[in-house]
T-cell receptor
Framework: DTAVSQTPKYLVTQMGNDKSIKCEQN?????MYWYKQDSKKFLKIMFS???????INETVPNRFSPKSPDKAHLNLHINSLELGDSAVYFC?????????????FGPGTRLLVL | AQSVSQHNHHVILSEAASLELGCNYS??????LFWYVQYPGQHLQLLLK??????LVKGIKGFEAEFIKSKFSFNLRKPSVQWSDTAEYFC????????????FGQGTTLQVKP
């Protein structure tokens, strides 16, 4: 019974394409996140939504647009993909946006842009 | 700037050896600290966390970490590692506030030889 799931697990695409990654959590959490893990394994926060409202928006190109249709889903759409977007993208959720809350992570989506 | 750093990038140990992974943070004031682990093929999951109180925190699978405020450190320890501890270990810090934002260290790859 997966708590935080992401689709797809792997995504290989050409430069310039538009792609989406979906994330769903069945934990009843209010807050969801997107992280990017680069080739050096650094995990960096990109976005955070609390009850469908954006609360963290780090310095991320406008080509990245998160969408939260409801509090159980947070999708990531990427326009005009570039080589530098190749990374592993992790979705996470927590009970709320309190910084003491444990975050639960999805399995990651490995994106390769050719 | 707030940061979390892990100095050991790749550690190789034999079974039954003792483990200590370093983590340093740079925050002023209140900070929450976490260790997450990612076993091969699995999700990132919480190992242990520190908010306040006893600076020695015990987590799952025999791991513990000690918060030393004067050294800005939160090192992870285990007295005797097992082959199943082979994984990626990430230290993370949560700055004060209600955004849930976590800042991760670069991660340490632990390889335990049977």
């Amino acid at each position: 019974d997966t708590a935080v799931s992401q689709t797809p697990k792997y995504l290989v695409t050409q430069m310039g394409n538009d792609k989406s990654i979906k994330c769903e959590q069945n934990l009843g959490h209010d807050t969801m996140y997107w992280y990017k893990q680069d080739s050096k394994k650094f995990l960096k926060i990109m976005f955070s939504y609390n009850n469908k409202e954006l609360i963290i928006n780090e310095t991320v190109p406008n080509r990245f647009s998160p969408k939260s249709p409801d509090k159980a889903h947070l999708n990531l759409h990427i326009n005009s993909l570039e080589l530098g977007d190749s990374a592993v993208y992790f979705c996470a959720s927590s009970q709320d946006a309190d910084y003491q809350e444990t975050q639960y992570f999805g399995p990651g989506t490995r994106l390769l842009v050719l | 700037a707030q940061s979390v750093s892990q100095h050991n990038h790749h550690v190789i140990l034999s079974e039954a050896a003792s483990l200590e992974l370093g983590c340093n943070y740079s925050y002023g004031g209140t900070v929450n600290l976490f260790w997450y682990v990612q076993y091969p093929g699995q999700h990132l999951q919480l190992l242990l966390k520190y908010f306040s109180g006893d600076p020695l925190v015990k987590g799952i699978k025999g791991f513990e970490a000690e918060f030393i405020k004067s050294k800005f450190s939160f090192n992870l320890r285990k007295p005797s590692v097992q082959w199943s501890d082979t994984a990626e270990y990430f230290c993370a810090g949560g700055p004060p506030g209600n955004t849930g934002k976590l800042i991760f260290g670069q991660g340490t790859t632990l390889q335990v030889k049977p």
